[in-house]
């Protein structure tokens, strides 16, 4: 029987929606009409997550500074800059039918557990007490111009790219990063590298990073993984689909989970909590799941700005003048702040130089209409199979994503998806003129992307891998060049390939798999070596010997990681850019291919192949250098271990070191001196950021990014499906669903992710009753402004 029964009053209902939270914290929606169950996942979604969702908004409409005052100012002027500034009719229309309907109903579940939470304090989660301020009351276009949280890869690269010519030339380029399908770099014509200042990205970073996020040493990149496997290759003759995306490791989890029932909808699966439906997960008909694909939906333009008159910027043989856009933005123990925004024909100015006479502005697909990321899914989220699943797809505009989906009768497939810019006459790699030369035409039709249905080899995985089919036209209708190394894509299609018996727990096994195909591929190089330093020879004989298994308590995974990543790496790159650079450049180009302290953000394409194929970068006998770099790495190594660990090697684990420590946004507010909840863990952790289960660190070997969400799906029988989501569902320090699944979560165990109604019963541990209220419903205030005060006639009956 359940534990405990709540029933609250929500105005807008218009009948009874119950929702059965499950043994694990998975709420379950049971609701007589769709805008009943939007409603009522609004409503708990607040109840779950309410800091959360209200930080997400703040953040992305530029109102930090009223909770936390002017030292967050420049973030919220940021933010400002990349919100949707278009119609909004045209943004609602984008998606497709019933996205708005949905989204107002969500919203209108929010404000009515917002208007609760005013009316009885006892309901506040403890973070806006800590900081004295309300939540505040949102509208339906707040979700849809919010678009600083999807996943953006190419203006970084582009400006790192243009850094890297600038300084050091197109050799060191080659050393930083691998271009994927080859390809030889053209600085565009117009363009003059020297005058893009090293800090051009400051305001775009502001913008897309929360502030929270700044100090944290190393993120690595985000990414995922996902597969098919069709009925021939599994032991129950049914598909399995598997998705574990890869994302910063917060306190709140990024995702949350929810089951959607109502009459036209009964999907199941994660979502962001701020956004309405699910992305990640199955209705009963098909399943699906979602990775990067990395398509170019930036650039950087610059402009050269007319000396005496800086806001007007050459275009098209003219002064054209740029478009300001004052705000207000409040200010917490201050006045309002009045904040300028610029704007070019291309998008946001984000830095200007008037003595230099120069501008940058972002022009970005992801600011148009229908783009807002991953709010697209509900218009997939009810498709009753492969073909309107695919025919949703066509709408989806950001970020670029691996699609997979399997449906009951068998059918497996892969479908990328988003909008891919036209550019009649450059390759998006670099930054280019703002001058009126280079224009996007357009975007390249959605049919034109490569997708593939049923496969011959029984199995479809992505990884954020280069997936373009050989032959297909990228110089002409050009994706990306850039993507992330093959590593986990490689050893999961080995792994896929070689058997016809998968089960769910197989997958899950996989997706936590740690086998570092880096240290499998470097062993060889051990062969033969010797040293009279027995630190070193203890050393190469454990790596020897080792499985290559960057498991938690294993010793040679630690000796590996820190020797691999912080020794014998560098070192290899100082002679690579020894052969290219005097001495007194190397340091400096050093610190662009290999950026201090970000140990998972250099090109492991690059690292592997100077140690295994490196032709003459390394000179006339690479072999030497590589043994003499091995031999001459390895004692500073094994003193870092043990200046870090002590002077026991056997206490020298990968786990000792490598622990996730989820962090509360507060904690970087508040340090030491926040409450014990705005920490989790610390827990040993296995794998780095090239394992299938990715788990980068930065410099204090915490993990920073991977995957804290994961599922498994059995398409035909849904209850044996399964999950992670780590700490937990819910984000109320208070709730005992706050971490309850974080120790599980780190030795890798799933949970039933269950779909039938009688299996929800079975597992039931509590009721929420959502209920019209009795009488009139009272009127909506026309405007809610976070200031507002009152309620909305929410009654809470316990």
Known sequence: MPSRTTAYDVPGLTAPVEIRVDRWGVPHLYAASQDDLFLAQGFNAARDRLFQIDLWRRRGLGLLSEVFGESCLEHDRAARLFLYRGDMADEWSAYGPGTERITSAFVRGIN???????????????????????PAYWEPADVARIRSHGLYYNLEQEVARALTLRDHGPAVEDLRRVREPAHDLRVPDGLDLSVIPDDVLR?????????????????????????VIAPSRTATGRPLLANDPHRAVTLPALRYLAHLSAPGIDAIGAGEPALPGVSIGHNGRIAFGLTVFPIDQEDLYVYRTRPEEPRAYWYDGRWEPMTRVTETVPVRGKRPATVELWFTRHGPVIHDDPERGTAFAVRAAWLGPGMAPYLGSTGYMTADGPDAFVAAMRRWGAPGENQVYAAPDGTIGWQPAGHVPDRPNWDGTLPVPGDGRYEWAGRHPVDTLPSVRDPAQGWFATANQMNLPPGYPNADRTVTYDWSAPARHDRIAAELAARTDWTVADCVRLQTDHTSPAARRIQPLLTGLTSDDPAVAWALDRLRGWDARLAPESVPAAVFEVWYRRHLRPAVLEQALARLLPPDRRAAALARVLPTGEAATSDPRVDLGLLLAPGDRLGPDPGRVLRTAVLATLPAALAELGGLLGPDRDRWTWGALHQAEPRHPLAAWLGERG?????????????????VDATAYGADFRQTGGATFRLVIDVGDWDASVAMNAPGQSGDPDSPHHHDLFADWAADRAFPLLHSRAAVERHTSSVIMLRPPDGPRPA?????????????GVTNHR
Do not use: I
């Open 112 to 134: 009515a557990y917002v208007a609760l939470c005013r009316d009885d304090p006892d309901h506040l989660p403890p973070e806006f007490t800590l900081l004295g301020h309300l």
């Open 780 to 792: 909506a205030p026309a405007e809610r402004r976070d200031s507002d005060h009152g309620n909305c």
């Open 675 to 691: 409450p014990h909840w705005t920490r989790v863990g610390p827990a040993p952790r296995g794998g780095s950021g090239d394992t």
């Open 203 to 227: 305001v775009y970073r502001l913008a897309t990073t929360p502030p929270w996020e700044n100090s944290t040493p190393c993120r690595g990149p985000d990414g995922s993984n996902n597969w």
